[in-house]
Nanobody
Framework: QVEITESGGGLVEPGGSLRLSCAATTNIFSIYDISWHRQVPGQQRERVAYMHTSGRTEYADSVEGRFTISRDNAKATMYLQMNALLPNDTAAYFC?????????WGRGTQVTVSA
């Protein structure tokens, strides 16, 4: 079983920045498509950022230009750099690893944007 550890969440001021990390215990991290999702209680989970193994990225309109997804295959770690944070960015953030025969979710890390 692959273990996934998320970190980097916390309380930040509006306009601030935060970087989320998601480390996986797998030697084949490089063949997973990766993505970040967020969810507010009572609402649907939203995919905010995606990266194909080729490096191609996609972003939700709500975060385009503010969030950046990246990966370090040598460290088997993915990141979400969040800048210019808004109160509406407050949510639990989940990393997701996706390959043909394996779909893996992180446990989530809370991000709260408030003055």
């Amino acid at each position: 079983q692959v273990e996934i550890t998320e970190s980097g969440g916390g309380l930040v001021e509006p306009g601030g920045s935060l970087r989320l990390s998601c480390a996986a215990t797998t030697n084949i991290f490089s063949i997973y498509d990766i993505s970040w999702h967020r969810q507010v209680p009572g609402q649907q989970r939203e995919r905010v950022a995606y990266m194909h193994t080729s490096g191609r990225t996609e972003y939700a309109d709500s975060v385009e230009g503010r969030f950046t997804i990246s990966r370090d295959n040598a460290k088997a770690t993915m990141y979400l750099q969040m800048n210019a944070l808004l109160p509406n960015d407050t949510a639990a953030y989940f990393c997701y690893l996706d390959r043909k025969n394996r779909k893996l979710w992180g446990r989530g890390t809370q991000v709260t944007v408030s003055a």
